[in-house]
């Protein structure tokens, strides 16, 4: 089933179904507001989650002023700053991460990739995107609603999200929260089969599964398990809506609030942990693998190299993805559920180290007697790495349940999934923006631009990050307004945390600077032509730049070897594209 | 080049920060060094993990950097390579996994010889119960909660009628006697953190949870919610004192029953006034 090496082929399997060119949009309204074409969509996906992205960076600026600054600014009270937490954690993790990865590099990358025309469900793909724009302006409304968005934490944890000591909470917040999510997992599901069915049925001639770019591979696989994820948080979100609702009492004991005894009784406020992290978990992988698989692809088109173990890099995303559904009590060591359960979620979610060291292994294998081009998108690659491993490593503290005892609810685990599922991806996200630029416009990113946002984005991220775990280790725990000067304090915090601020301030304001970039390189970027980066994967090779709707001209490309074959032996070029027919031991004779 | 640079500049700003910067956790006062022990192991492995993977990173950029008529070697797998990799790996993550396990069977286990206190949470305050002089905890739930009764204590249970009520956020323990802490609330989620003792668990309402430990030195330690449970999360705080036996008898002795809770609470004057 495996045919990794470049290897004579040219019995090809014949077409199973019928090339169909999509129909064209004839009206303008068609082509550019209600399209259907996956590549349009995927820019309104992005630029969608960027511009709600925005605001959750702005949030995070709020929220970083009073950590770093506590009393100087008056208009952040307690309940403001747990509103800014909130929704800071909630846009990125869904509305941003979850978004861009899927609904955006999916919607653009997967057709392209894998010599299809189009997603195999236009029109819903298009009603996935409309949704998810109506997702993302309810909880924009909430920010407008008496009471204000929730401050329930992105946790969302019952019963104090729907009590009224909670901002939000007892107001219209937490129902406009909940909607919301319910909104973008009908949205997602719709594109997330799409993907899916995608990748399984309309590969062209010759793609088969382990011909794909482990790009395809880390999106299909985050997909897949979006799919069976996100239900247990819809009908998380539905049964707490009920419960503050309709007077129901899924998550909600008997409870004495002010004094007052509520009408609730019953209910179990672990049972909403468990289903919430039940997606919580695989969440965090449904936004790791498609970085892992879009990291895989710019180290091994930059540094001019086959990814090192293309086979075991496969197995490694499956294998990642299925135990990712086995480990996601890890997040609730000390929320009281069965004791006994932390050996278990232990040993799982330390066996999930295994395959994802192997990812490292075999991206700094691929440098390896490589050719490194030190672009744009290798800097983002070595980005990642650093911080991946970084933040992977301290996932090793917190998965061991009895560590995780006196860092859980500290700094530390903000420290944590900020490294790792926040601070690597974005970096996996930015990387792949300057190398896939060139074929979305044509043109190429200011150069001097990216540099500059490269390394303050870079070094800044990782000096709000890396102190970060220090300021847990030390015991603040999160979600604190203000710690104040408690005695266990070994040394004031106060110093590192205007220091953490001071670097966050200025990561935040560089971002203008590549969004500004973005906007600039579209009319004054140099001109890209086709495969500037002399890449072997279908997307560089097709007969427009940026590709029309219908992504090839009258014939589909015909894939004759896998995706990485650079600097073959013998080849004329230092790459041989995944279309080219040519044939290594017969002296490079076209077929 | 410079990233390489940059990269072995990372390694070494790391480990000197965590080396040298005066951020460390708080001295330990409680049975579990182990789990400080353990921690530490930790460090050590993923700290040397981190090092060898960036540096050597550093090195293949440097190493392999781009130069004209320099060429990759096409290399697209090496199966022994790749399972040695997996097998020193997975010892790596037993290292650490196995203390891990041990540790954590001793932290599940209470001590018979344990005393009991409940550890009480509200929005925004602690509240503590102790044994009566027969020495077992009455029951207890929210649906008893009321004006006298602040702690939801069974009226109708014999045990609970000599139990020890303490209000205010500060309670006393005895020094080198294992306590095991039953942690209830009767509102939303809390958990009782006090660093020094490094063990904390959530507060669920609706069920009982525990942990338990041995503390280990005399001294008054901040206890903190660790669990978000609204606005004023950050200013639960409490404090626990460690004294020694005698001490703590004494104070055992100022404490109000549940009976007389109930007795002086009929006058809402006094109570508020406490308050």
């Known amino acids: 089933m495996t045919d990794i090496l470049p290897e004579h082929d040219s019995n090809l399997p014949p077409r199973e179904v019928a090339d169909v060119m999509p129909p064209h949009a004839h009206s303008w309204i068609g082509k550019y507001v209600f399209s259907q074409d996956a590549k349009y969509i995927a820019i309104q996906y992005s630029g969608t989650a960027a511009a709600i992205g925005l605001v959750a960076l702005v949030l995070s600026w709020l929220m970083r002023l009073q950590l770093g600054f506590p009393g100087l600014f008056d208009f952040i009270t307690p309940e403001a700053y747990y509103q800014f937490v909130t929704m800071h954690g909630m846009i990125m993790v869904i509305y941003l991460l979850t978004a861009i990865f899927l609904g955006g590099f999916g919607n653009y990358l997967i057709p ?19 949704i998810y724009l109506l997702a993302v302006l309810v909880l924009v409304a909430s920010f407008f609603v008496p009471g204000g968005p929730t401050g329930a934490g992105w946790t969302l944890s019952p019963p104090q999200a729907v009590l009224s000591g909670t901002p939000g909470g007892a107001q219209s917040g937490i129902i406009l929260m909940l909607v919301s999510l319910i909104l973008f997992i009908i949205g997602f599901t719709m594109g997330g089969l799409n993907y899916a069915v995608t990748v399984l049925q309309a590969r062209t001639r010759g793609m088969t599964m382990m011909r794909l770019p482990l790009t395809v591979w880390g999106i299909f696989t985050a997909t897949v ?10 009908v998380a979100c539905v049964m707490m ?15 004495v609030e002010l004094g007052e005894k509520l009408s609730y ?3 179990s406020p672990i049972a909403f942990q468990h289903l919430f992290w039940f997606f919580g978990h695989p969440e965090v992988y449904i936004v790791a693998l498609p970085a892992f698989g879009i990291v895989s692809d710019l180290i091994a088109v930059h540094a001019r190299k086959n990814v090192f173990g293309y086979r075991m890099m496969v197995w490694a995303i499956v294998i990642i993805g299925a135990l990712s559904f086995i480990v996601w009590a890890h997040h609730m060591y000390v929320s009281g559920m069965h004791p006994w359960f932390g050996f278990f979620f232990a040993t799982t979610t330390l066996i999930i180290a295994i395959p994802t060291a192997i990812k490292v292994y075999n991206w700094i294998l691929t440098l390896w007697k490589g050719d490194i081009h030190l672009t744009l998108p290798m800097l983002f690659a070595l980005g990642f790495i650093v911080t991946f491993v970084n933040g992977g490593l301290t996932g090793l503290f917190l998965g061991n349940v009895v560590v995780d005892v006196p860092l859980s609810d500290t700094m530390f685990v903000v420290a ?13 996200i930015f990387g792949a923006i300057y190398h896939w630029y060139p074929k979305i416009t044509g043109r190429m990113l200011n150069e001097a631009m990216g540099q500059i946002h490269f390394w303050v984005t870079f070094i800044g991220a990782y000096a709000v990050f890396f102190p970060m775990h220090y300021v847990g280790l030390v015991g603040v725990p999160r979600r604190y307004f203000e710690i104040g000067e408690p005695a266990f304090l070994t040394a004031p915090v106060d110093g590192l945390n205007a220091f953490i601020s001071s670097a966050a301030l200025i990561v935040g304001a560089v971002q203008v600077l590549f969004l500004f970039n973005i906007f600039w390189s579209l009319r004054h970027g140099l001109a890209a032509g086709g495969n500037p980066w002399r890449a072997t994967s279908l997307e560089w090779q097709t007969p427009e730049t940026p590709p029309r709707h219908g992504n090839w001209g009258d014939d589909l490309p015909n894939v004759y070897r896998w995706a990485y074959d650079y600097s073959v032996p013998g080849a004329p070029k230092d790459y041989v594209a995944q279309n080219d027919p040519w044939v290594p031991d017969s002296g490079g004779r076209r077929l | 080049m410079l990233i390489a640079v940059v990269l072995v500049l990372i390694v070494a700003g790391s480990v000197a920060f965590h080396l040298y910067s005066p951020w460390w956790w708080t001295p330990i006062a409680s049975n579990w060094d182990y789990i400080d022990n353990t921690l530490v192991i930790t460090f050590w492995i993923t700290g040397a993990v981190f090092a060898a993977v960036v540096l050597f990173t550093a090195y293949c950029v440097w190493k392999f950097r781009h130069r004209p008529g320099h060429k990759a070697e096409f290399d697209p797998e090496n199966k022994r390579l790749e399972w040695w990799l997996t097998a020193v790996t997975a010892v790596g993550v037993a290292a650490m996994l196995v203390p891990g396990l041990f540790v954590w069977k001793q932290f ?6 344990a005393s009991e206190l409940e550890v009480f949470g509200q929005q925004w305050n602690w509240a503590y119960r102790l044994p009566g002089a027969d020495g077992v905890l009455g029951t207890a739930d929210a649906e008893w909660v009321s004006g006298e009764n602040p702690l939801g204590v069974n009226p109708h249970d014999r045990f609970g009628k000599d139990d020890l009520i303490i209000e205010g956020g500060e309670v006393y323990l005895p020094v080198d006697q294992p306590v095991k802490l039953l942690l209830r609330s009767i509102d939303v989620l809390h958990n009782f953190y006090v ?7 959530d507060m669920v309402p609706g069920m009982v949870t525990y942990i338990w430990f041995t503390p280990t030195r005399t001294g008054n330690f901040e206890a903190l919610c660790a669990e978000y449970c609204g606005t004023a999360h950050p200013f639960m705080r409490g404090f626990v004192t460690v004294v020694e036996a005698a001490e703590y008898q004494e104070w055992l002795q100022e404490q109000l029953t549940f009976e007389d809770y109930a007795r002086t609470a009929s006058e809402p ?4 006034a406490e308050r």
Not at chain 1, 226 to 234: H, M, Q, R
Not at chain 1, 416 to 428: N, S
């Open chain 2, 269 to 272: 004057a006094t109570r508020l």
């Open chain 1, 265 to 267: 009784g019953g209910g």
């Open chain 1, 416 to 428: 944590h999934f900020h490294m790792v599922m926040g601070v690597a991806p974005i970096m996996v």
């Open chain 1, 112 to 130: 392209l990739m894998v010599g299809a025309r189009d997603m195999v469900f236009p029109f819903v793909n298009m009603l996935s995107y409309w």
């Open chain 2, 195 to 201: 660093p020094e003792f490094r063990a904390k668990m």
């Open chain 2, 108 to 113: 599940v286990t209470v001590p018979a010889n």
């Open chain 1, 241 to 255: 809506l009920f419960d503050r609702l309709l007077g129901t009492s899924f998550f909600m004991p008997t409870l």
């Open chain 1, 225 to 234: 398990m979006a799919l069976l994820a996100f239900p247990a948080l819809f």
